[in-house]
């Protein structure tokens, strides 16, 4: 669906983009293609797993990257690559003919150098598709088109539990610190807040998303029991594949399918359907926050792009391949619109600033991210 508006708006594709198998490697290490490598230091990972993306803008190949997002996917690159990327609110954007992980996390957005371009794009693919039940019955496409980006109009809540995650670098935070101080000089309200359910949503996101995850490759990407399209050619052929070739998948996605079947098996789905109850405090508690704030404010990812080991111990492969998700995957948990935007880089390596918004608000995130690129 959203290919088919681009085409219609005017656009042009020029390529289709590397990516991580599955979309299950927050790093970009895994794909058939290679993996995708920093454009700033090819020693180093752009992040995933919609890493081939945000490549394609750095390297001037494309105005406009499209990425998946279902843990941090379009806002990790994004950040790691020095471009802007937004995961819109869930059910803003039609999922239509995308092949997806869990239906109530998956997203897709636009990925590019500059905000004002994201906003085009944005308005141009949201909106009301029929044929797509990941949607409210009536969605409006925001009109992003003439972003002012005033700081003076704008109450930021710094997340402080954002600073603090275990992978957490301290350059990182250093310069998203200063981005922010430059958005108070120039007339934002700029206030430190505290949500220590923070620091546990990426656990209620991991425990749903198992099981989730498990369900969807049962029912061969698709799943059943909701009424959308569904792309037999995809569920014909993934069916064949993942039977005959099933080794090939990445460690990642194997991980969490074991881990899914057995807390299935083992405890009967009792953990997944607890993290699923848990998913609507969370929700209630950004809530809560942003009833006070326009936008909340953090790192995107904890720390500086993962260096690229060709031949990593699959255990070390499993420990970088989510660290980079510390403070993204809580929104695909809750539904709510987040925003990359580059901050100055910290040894000489790209930083993103995240700030997420009340959902369908997706233009206030976008102004503030304006008003970020204003500053810095």
């Keep these: 669906t959203i290919v088919t508006r681009l085409l219609e708006a005017g656009a042009r594709i020029v390529g289709k983009t590397n990516m991580d198998d599955m979309a299950f490697t927050g790093n970009g290490h895994s794909s058939a293609f290679g993996p995708t490598l920093n454009p700033h230091d090819p020693e180093r990972l752009s992040g995933g797993s919609s890493g081939g993306s945000a490549i394609a803008v750095v390297e001037g190949e494309a105005d406009l990257g499209i990425g998946a997002d279902q843990g941090g996917s379009i806002r990790v690159p994004a950040a790691w690559c020095g471009v802007v990327g937004h995961k819109p609110t869930h059910g803003l954007v039609p999922y239509t003919g995308i092949a997806g992980i869990e239906n109530t996390i998956d997203h897709v957005g636009p990925i590019a150098a500059d905000v004002e371009t994201v906003g085009k794009a944005l308005s141009v693919i949201a909106g009301k598709d029929p044929v797509d039940p990941r949607q409210p019955d009536e969605v409006a496409a925001p009109d992003c088109l003439d972003l002012d980006g005033e700081a003076s109009s704008l109450d930021v809540a710094v997340l402080e539990e954002g600073f603090t995650r275990p992978?957490?670098?301290?350059?990182?935070?250093?310069?998203?610190?200063?981005?922010?101080?430059?958005?108070?000089?120039?007339?934002?309200?700029?206030?430190?807040?505290?949500?220590?359910?923070?620091?546990?949503?990426?656990?209620?996101?991991?425990?749903?998303?198992?099981?989730?995850?498990?369900?969807?490759?049962?029912?061969?990407?698709?799943?059943?029991?909701?009424?959308?399209?569904?792309?037999?050619?995809?569920?014909?052929?993934?069916?064949?594949?993942?039977?005959?070739?099933?080794?090939?998948?990445?460690?990642?996605?194997?991980?969490?399918?074991?881990?899914?079947?057995?807390?299935?098996?083992?405890?009967?789905?009792?953990?997944?359907?607890?993290?699923?109850?848990?998913?609507?405090?969370?929700?209630?508690?950004?809530?809560?926050?942003?009833?006070d704030y326009d936008v909340l404010a953090m790192p995107t990812a904890p720390q500086l792009p993962n260096k690229y080991v060709p031949d990593q111990d699959i255990h070390a492969f499993l420990d970088d391949a989510w660290g980079c998700l510390a403070n993204t995957c809580q929104f695909n948990a809750t539904g709510h619109p987040a925003l990359s935007v580059p901050v100055e880089p910290a040894e000489g390596l790209p930083v993103g600033l995240m700030f997420v918004g009340e959902r369908f608000d997706d233009g206030t995130v976008l102004e503030a991210g304006k008003a970020l690129e204003r500053v810095v």
């Design 167 to 291: 992978e957490a670098d301290e350059a990182v935070n250093e310069q998203v610190r200063e981005g922010l101080a430059a958005m108070e000089d120039a007339g934002a309200t700029v206030e430190s807040v505290s949500l220590p359910i923070h620091d546990d949503a990426a656990d209620i996101y991991t425990v749903a998303l198992a099981e989730g995850t498990v369900a969807a490759f049962r029912g061969e990407g698709v799943g059943h029991n909701w009424e959308g399209w569904y792309n037999t050619d995809w569920v014909e052929s993934f069916g064949k594949f993942r039977q005959a070739q099933g080794g090939d998948f990445p460690p990642s996605y194997k991980y969490n399918l074991l881990l899914g079947a057995y807390t299935s098996q083992q405890y009967h789905s009792k953990y997944y359907a607890e993290a699923m109850n848990l998913r609507w405090e969370l929700r209630e508690a950004y809530d809560e926050l942003l009833a």
